[in-house]
Nanobody, 121 residues
Framework: QAPLMESGGGSVQAGGSLRLSCKVR?????MGWFRQAPGKEREGVAA???????TYADSLKGRFPISRDNAKNTLYLQMHSLPSEDSALYYC??????????????????WGQGTQVAVSS
């Protein structure tokens, strides 16, 4: 079983909402959400520390609140007001190395397989 497993992706119309979940096997202190659209680099969306401090990509202006429930070993990403530009494969990441940036993919050592989000206009 993979250490990180995403769910909650799907197809939604522009303006809609989705909540992504990432089930964690084991425990990671710092965790994050990333996304990758076709032909683009994987980019950081949001990150959360063990005790709750969060970091968000400036370009997303906090539209995607990140949260975690340590008792359920689950990481969440609530996505609101989705435009078609948010269509991408969304990944959960764990094992954050605090020497790096929380929104830099190289700072993480564990990744899920991704969950697809498709927003139709």
């Amino acid at each position: 079983q993979a250490p990180l497993m995403e769910s909650g992706g799907g197809s939604v119309q522009a303006g809609g909402s989705l909540r992504l979940s990432c089930k964690v096997r084991g425990y990671f202190s710092g965790m994050g959400w990333f996304r990758q659209a076709p032909g683009k680099e994987r980019e950081g969306v949001a990150a959360i520390d063990e005790n709750g401090p969060t970091t968000y990509a400036d370009s997303l202006k906090g539209r995607f609140p990140i949260s975690r429930d340590n008792a359920k070993n689950t990481l969440y990403l609530q996505m609101h007001s989705l435009p078609s530009e948010d269509s991408a494969l969304y990944y959960c990441a764990g094992g954050y190395d605090s020497r790096g940036s929380a929104l830099d993919r190289s700072s993480y050592r564990s990744w899920g397989q991704g969950t697809q989000v498709a927003v139709s206009s």
